[in-house]
């Protein structure tokens, strides 16, 4: 079982920025990829930005330039650095954590509003 807690969200004005972070707790040997979701009100949950146990990352298209996704190995910690954020990046943030054990495991964290003003 892996574990996640998710902190950082928040209210911010539009072109502000914020910073999530994820720790990840227990069987992180595990855990081949992290990543944040997000689901706004009415909408489907989206992929915003993954990151491998290689370093390899990968953006929705919408954010490409705006956030960066990063983590610390030593920390098992992952971050979504957020700037230029708009309205539309309001939503509930989801930390998510990737296991292949035979077959895709997916664990969730708890999840963190972010809501943006204009």
């Known amino acids: 079982q892996v574990q996640l807690v998710e902190s950082g969200g928040g209210l911010v004005q539009a072109g502000g920025s914020l910073r999530l972070s994820c720790a990840a707790s227990g069987s992180i040997f595990s855990i081949n990829a992290m990543g944040w979701y997000r689901q706004a009100p009415g909408k489907q949950r989206e992929l915003v930005a993954a990151i491998t146990s290689g370093g390899s990352t990968n953006y929705a298209d919408s954010v490409k330039g705006r956030f960066t996704i990063s983590r610390d190995n030593a920390k098992n910690t992952v971050y979504l650095q957020m700037n230029s954020l708009k309205p539309e990046d309001t939503a509930v943030y989801y930390c998510?954590?990737?296991?292949?054990?035979?077959?895709?495991?997916?664990?969730w964290g708890q999840g963190t509003q972010v809501t943006v003003s204009s």
């Open positions: 998510n954590a990737v296991a292949l054990l035979g077959a895709r495991v997916d664990y």
